[in-house]
């Protein structure tokens, strides 16, 4: 399997516009977790889904971000309008639930800067 | 404030040492995470657990879920341990616990 995909590895941006951050888990893999990571806070849950649905959103700082998870094989991270508080390195990882203990693969992550 | 603390917060070792990284958290969780990301930043995980302790070649990781303390070891360590090792728990624990700053390992030759 290739593992996690994540596109774009790297983007740039300027503040206010809309940035849409995605993810392709490993086939057969039922659950998929959003991750931040910054210098100053390190790393970060944002949204975990189970099954497509979304079991923890309790991690998204705000409005402005939203992730959608509409079949097992997708999910994208969206935030709008973009802030330049918002660079950081944003993992996807995902895992199955299996006598395997749950490890979670993690993707390459998309670095983002906004300007 | 819930918190993850890990420590030592940088350590620097020789190879063949053995190593043990602490992480200790504020409210109870029912399980806990070991990662360890690469110079490059790659992401592994090393472990999960939620009681006792679990090895994987030489790595060891042990956790006591009542006394909110966990811990990895490295054993015959060596340079290509060079990484940075962070806890955290599964989910985000109770009242938005998240991961530790993590340990930074360097193992000389």
């Known amino acids: 399997d290739a593992g996690v995909i994540q596109s774009p590895r790297h983007e740039v941006t300027e503040m206010g516009q809309e940035v849409t951050l995605r993810c392709k888990p490993i086939?057969?893999?039922?659950?998929l977790f959003w991750y931040r990571q910054t210098m100053m806070r390190g790393l970060e849950l944002l949204i975990y889904?189970?099954?497509?649905?979304?079991?923890?959103d309790s991690g998204m700082p705000e409005d402005r971000f939203s992730a959608k998870m509409p079949n097992a094989s997708f999910s994208t991270l969206k935030i709008q309008p973009s802030e330049p508080r918002d660079s950081a390195v944003y993992f996807c990882?995902?895992?199955?639930?299996?006598?395997?203990?749950?490890?979670?693969?993690f993707g390459p992550g998309t670095r983002l800067t906004v300007t | 404030k819930n918190e993850v603390e890990q420590s030592p917060q940088n350590l620097t070792a020789q190879e063949g040492e053995f190593i043990t990284i602490n992480c200790s958290y504020s409210?109870?969780?029912?399980?806990l995470h070991w990662l360890q990301q690469h110079p490059g930043g790659g992401i592994v995980s090393l472990f999960m657990?939620?009681?006792g302790k679990k090895k994987h070649g030489r790595l060891i990781a042990t956790i006591n879920i009542q006394e909110k303390h966990s811990s990895l070891h490295i054993t015959a360590s060596h340079p290509r341990d060079s990484a940075v090792y962070i806890c955290?728990?599964?989910?985000?624990?109770?009242?938005?616990?998240?991961f530790g700053k993590g340990t930074h390992l360097i193992i000389q030759p």
């Open positions: 955290g728990p599964i989910g985000r624990g109770a009242d938005g616990l998240t």
């Open positions: 409210v109870g969780i029912s399980a």
């Open positions: 889904f189970n099954n497509n649905v979304p079991i923890d």
């Open positions: 657990l939620s009681s």
């Open positions: 990882a995902s895992s199955s639930d299996t006598p395997r203990l749950y490890e979670q693969y």
């Open positions: 086939s057969g893999h039922n659950s």
